[in-house]
């Protein structure tokens, strides 16, 4: 079986290719812009029919892209994440008719979503920022081509190698930089999020890329419990063993006053805001369903979070995360300095890069988001392996 990976190089995209290369009698072809890759590509500037050439030599039986963009301008974003994929499926229907495309879609393509619900792959899409409209555009590409395509829309990934550009990795470069009884100053934190260990992904992935027959259009990736952003900051503070004080801002203008808590033993908060009375939605980190840490159930008058940091690789070079929404919460202050393209945001989330040419600004005003992951475990028999609190520690102890 030869199966070509697109963005191998990139965060997902490494995780699949190696879980791919452990299938028995599996060729997997490695797909990117260096000049260096088996499959040189880039889905930003190359014509179908030159691509089509490349497959036609390639002769893949299935391909597998992860490539992406989750920062940058309007212009790189439509780029890689629309144009990406429909000159990909015009190429696969001259040259691989018969191929499988398994497509790396996003929950952010979603938009805001509901307290205390999980959307199901039939739900209205009602993407708000150019990341999950892309993303979007790439999904109707893919779906409408008349292939054998399937496009898996992932939520949050969090694990062994996660990037900078994301809350975790970016919170764990933060914890590996600061004095353990130091201060972290952090954004608001109080939205949800979907989280998903890499490596579910990259199961999900291979089992979507093997699968006899055909598959739905589309099949939500997640970990199927909406998360506190404040608690996985919690839990990695908890990893590293940090003592100090983390200061989180307020969500804007006329919003709360900040608030900080205290690290306690184990990292978890000490006693509530700055007046030491708990707060409302400042649950402690708890098991959720199948292991997640985190609940559903509504915030406390969560505000918009903007993604910070710089933006990821952009073309076949993968993604650092397709439906990371927001999640870096604004780093601000002395325990962080922002890129050449960052800046504190005018809107006080802090969130560094947002609104800036090139930042990413993925879905700023999503403050909930939990997928259904019921049509994943029917049609591929798949359903999450890792608990947040195992993706957590193999992220801080860089593992895989």
């Given at each position: 079986?030869?199966?070509?990976?697109?963005?191998?190089?990139?965060?997902?995209?490494?995780?699949?290719?190696?879980?791919?290369?452990?299938?028995?009698?599996?060729?997997?072809?490695?797909?990117?812009?260096?000049?260096?890759?088996?499959?040189?590509?880039?889905?930003?500037t190359?014509?179908?029919?030159?691509?089509?050439?490349?497959?036609?030599?390639?002769a893949?039986?299935?391909?597998?892209?992860?490539?992406?963009?989750?920062?940058?301008?309007?212009?790189?974003?439509?780029?890689?994440?629309?144009?990406?994929?429909?000159?990909?499926?015009?190429?696969?229907?001259?040259?691989?008719?018969?191929?499988?495309?398994?497509?790396?879609?996003?929950?952010?393509?979603?938009?805001?979503?509901?307290?205390?619900?999980?959307?199901?792959?039939?739900?209205?899409?009602?993407?708000?920022?150019?990341?999950?409209?892309?993303?979007?555009?790439?999904?109707?590409?893919?779906?409408?081509?008349?292939?054998?395509?399937?496009?898996?829309?992932?939520g949050?990934?969090?694990?062994?190698g996660a990037?900078?550009?994301?809350?975790?990795?970016?919170?764990?470069?933060?914890?590996?930089?600061?004095?353990?009884?130091?201060?972290?100053?952090?954004?608001?934190?109080?939205?949800?999020?979907?989280?998903?260990?890499?490596?579910?992904?990259?199961?999900?992935?291979?089992?979507?890329?093997?699968?006899?027959?055909?598959?739905?259009?589309?099949?939500?990736i997640?970990?199927?419990?909406?998360?506190?952003?404040?608690?996985l900051?919690?839990?990695?503070?908890?990893?590293?063993?940090?003592?100090?004080?983390?200061?989180?801002?307020?969500?804007?203008?006329?919003?709360?006053?900040?608030?900080?808590?205290?690290?306690?033993?184990?990292?978890?908060?000490?006693?509530?805001?700055?007046?030491?009375?708990?707060?409302?939605?400042?649950?402690?980190?708890?098991?959720?369903?199948?292991?997640?840490?985190?609940?559903?159930?509504?915030?406390?008058?969560?505000?918009?979070?903007?993604?910070?940091?710089?933006?990821?690789?952009?073309?076949?070079?993968?993604?650092?995360?397709?439906?990371?929404?927001?999640?870096?919460?604004?780093?601000?202050?002395?325990?962080?300095?922002?890129?050449?393209?960052?800046?504190?945001?005018?809107?006080?989330?802090?969130?560094?890069?947002?609104?800036?040419?090139?930042g990413?600004?993925?879905?700023?005003?999503?403050?909930?988001?939990?997928?259904?992951?019921?049509?994943?475990?029917?049609?591929?028999?798949?359903?999450?392996?890792?608990?947040l609190?195992?993706?957590?520690?193999?992220?801080?102890?860089?593992?895989?």
């Amino acid at each position: 079986m030869r199966i070509l990976v697109l963005g191998s190089t990139g965060y997902l995209g490494g995780h699949v290719a190696a879980r791919l290369r452990t299938l028995p009698g599996a060729r997997v072809l490695g797909g990117g812009r260096s000049p260096a890759a088996e499959f040189p590509v880039d889905l930003a500037t190359v014509r179908p029919g030159q691509l089509a050439k490349a497959l036609a030599a390639a002769a893949p039986d299935t391909v597998v892209n992860c490539a992406g963009a989750t920062g940058g301008d309007a212009v790189t974003l439509a780029e890689v994440n629309a144009r990406g994929p429909a000159v990909l499926c015009a190429a696969l229907r001259e040259a691989a008719p018969g191929a499988r495309l398994v497509h790396l879609g996003s929950a952010a393509e979603y938009g805001p979503g509901a307290p205390g619900t999980r959307v199901t792959e039939s739900a209205p899409t009602r993407p708000a920022a150019p990341y999950g409209a892309t993303k979007l555009a790439g999904t109707v590409a893919v779906t409408g081509a008349g292939l054998d395509a399937v496009v898996l829309r992932v939520g949050n990934p969090v694990g062994p190698g996660a990037p900078a550009s994301g809350l975790p990795g970016r919170i764990t470069r933060l914890l590996r930089t600061t004095d353990r009884d130091g201060v972290l100053r952090l954004g608001d934190l109080s939205a949800y999020r979907d989280f998903v260990d890499v490596r579910d992904v990259a199961r999900a992935t291979v089992l979507a890329a093997t699968a006899p027959g055909p598959l739905p259009p589309i099949l939500n990736i997640g970990g199927g419990q909406a998360v506190l952003v404040r608690d996985l900051v919690h839990l990695l503070a908890a990893k590293a063993g940090f003592r100090g004080r983390i200061e989180e801002n307020p969500p804007g203008p006329g919003g709360p006053a900040g608030t900080t808590w205290v690290a306690g033993p184990t990292g978890a908060p000490g006693p509530g805001g700055t007046d030491g009375a708990p707060r409302p939605g400042d649950a402690a980190p708890g098991a959720g369903a199948h292991g997640w840490a985190g609940h559903i159930g509504p915030a406390d008058s969560p505000g918009p979070m903007d993604q910070a940091g710089p933006a990821a690789s952009s073309g076949s070079a993968g993604l650092a995360g397709p439906a990371d929404s927001g999640l870096s919460a604004g780093l601000a202050g002395p325990a962080y300095s922002p890129g050449p393209a960052g800046h504190i945001g005018p809107t006080g989330v802090g969130g560094v890069g947002a609104g800036a040419g090139g930042g990413s600004v993925r879905s700023a005003d999503v403050s909930w988001q939990c997928s259904d992951i019921s049509a994943a475990e029917e049609a591929l028999g798949w359903w999450p392996e890792h608990s947040l609190d195992d993706a957590l520690t193999a992220l801080w102890e860089g593992r895989r």
